[in-house]
């Protein structure tokens, strides 16, 4: 379900030029509506995660995917300025409250000290929305003019159309709690819900509840500004990565450039794994975090200051192993402070507030490229906002509350790491 969201966010970066040659879009317009999608997405995100919370992970969910899907689609028809900007705020309309909705949802399955190597697990959907997407949206782009179809609308046609059908799947799939898997034996679903149970008493009593007091609540807000720093890294990088590598290697967007975009996200799936099992052993979220996250604007930088396209490669490595891998870690601590509606509000706030980085990111690129009149002055912003970020990851400290741990001689006490 994450590699479809993820790649229709972001599939207009492999139809960028096409995309704009047929339809005479500039490249400030392009930035716009790239980054439009995320007010929409933050407008609706906390509602929507609400919503999910009071009517099941299940249904939501595959409701989310259902009608992204066909407005992402719809994308094939956007041929003037206002149809592009009005689909992608209406995709991110549509999408919002996935991704928080299944962080939040996480927490109804996974202890918190198992929790930042499988966030890191559902993490892997980014980048291989690149690996996969990348190669699988410059072939459905070298389609231009079969049956008499632009290859940029296939391009949106056939991704689009495959969330809708996964969201179909989903709702036959997903199960909302433990207590509703028949999969899951009687001795594993009671010991998971007592500890969870445990894990959600210690939340509720050091943080906000309600959804007024948690709107309000500065670690909730603090949490968003940090977020927000990290989908500027994010999205800076994943909307212009197809052109910049198209132009380290002289060519065309196509399937070769597809196949080298992917390896800065290979890069990125074994740092997610690595990071989050080093996280959950350790149990330092704070300074893994700091870190990862600092390597990434490192990155970015190193990818405009390298002489070589192989180094430019290896600067682009650094950067998406970097910005991807520290999210699994950094979702922890919301997960670890938040419960309830509370907890569907705060996270969802953040993703909300955060996801407008996504909006700023494309547009204080355009700015910066077109006000020092260079192609680079942009990615030298992101990267000093992505170290900003890091550093305020290393400030957080004060708000993680300790958790009680389950007490000994409990069935979670007695239960062992394969059946967690």
Not at 280 to 304: N, P
Not at 369 to 378: E, I, L, M, N, P
């Amino acid at each position: 379900m994450y590699v479809l969201a993820f790649l229709d966010r972001v599939n207009i970066g492999f139809a960028k030029e096409a995309f704009q040659a047929d339809t005479g879009l500039s490249d400030a317009a392009y930035a716009f509506g790239a980054g439009v999608f995320f007010i929409g997405y933050a407008l609706v995100e906390v509602p929507s995660n609400l919503a999910l919370h009071r009517f099941g992970a299940r249904r939501w969910l595959a409701r989310i995917m259902i009608t992204w899907g066909l407005i992402s689609a719809a994308m094939a028809f956007a041929h003037t300025e206002t149809v592009f900007y009005l689909l992608r705020f209406l995709l991110g309309v549509a999408e919002a409250g996935f991704f928080p909705g299944v962080i939040l949802y996480l927490t109804y399955w996974v202890p918190e000290r198992h929790r930042a190597r499988v966030n890191g697990l559902f993490y892997f959907g980014a980048p291989l929305a690149f690996i996969f997407g990348g190669p699988v949206s410059g072939a459905l782009l070298e389609l231009d003019g079969v049956a008499g179809i632009i290859g940029w609308q296939w391009m949106f046609l056939v991704e689009g159309l495959a969330a809708s059908v996964v969201g179909v799947w989903a709702l036959r799939y997903l199960d909302d709690r433990p207590r509703d898997a028949r999969w899951l034996p009687a001795d594993q679903r009671d010991a998971l819900e007592t500890e969870l149970a445990a894990e959600e008493r210690g939340s509720r009593a050091h943080g906000p509840s309600g959804v007024l007091a948690t709107l309000r609540s500065p670690r909730v807000l603090y949490l968003a500004l940090i977020y927000l720093l990290i989908q500027m890294s994010v999205y800076g990088v994943s909307f212009y990565l197809p052109t910049q590598v198209a132009e380290l290697l002289g060519t065309e967007v196509g399937v070769a450039v597809g196949v080298v975009t992917a390896i800065p996200w290979l890069c990125a799936i074994a740092a997610s794994f690595g990071i989050g099992r080093l996280s959950d052993r350790t149990g330092d979220r704070r300074r893994i975090a700091a870190v990862t996250l600092a390597v990434a604007g490192l990155g970015i930088a190193g990818s405009v200051v390298a002489g070589t396209p192989a180094l430019a490669m290896v600067g682009l490595c650094f950067a998406a192993a970097g910005f991807i891998a520290v999210q699994p870690v950094f979702w922890t601590l919301p997960a670890g402070i938040l419960v309830g509606t509370a907890a569907a509000t705060g996270i969802g706030m953040v993703n909300a507030l955060g996801s407008l980085g996504g909006f700023i990111a494309p547009n204080i690129k355009q700015a910066a490229d077109t006000g020092f009149g260079s192609g680079q002055a942009g990615l030298y912003v992101l990267a000093v906002t992505t170290l900003v970020g890091a550093v305020l990851i290393w400030t957080t400290k004060w708000l993680r509350p300790a958790t009680p741990a389950p007490a000994a001689g409990t069935p979670v006490a007695r239960t062992n790491k394969e059946n967690a």
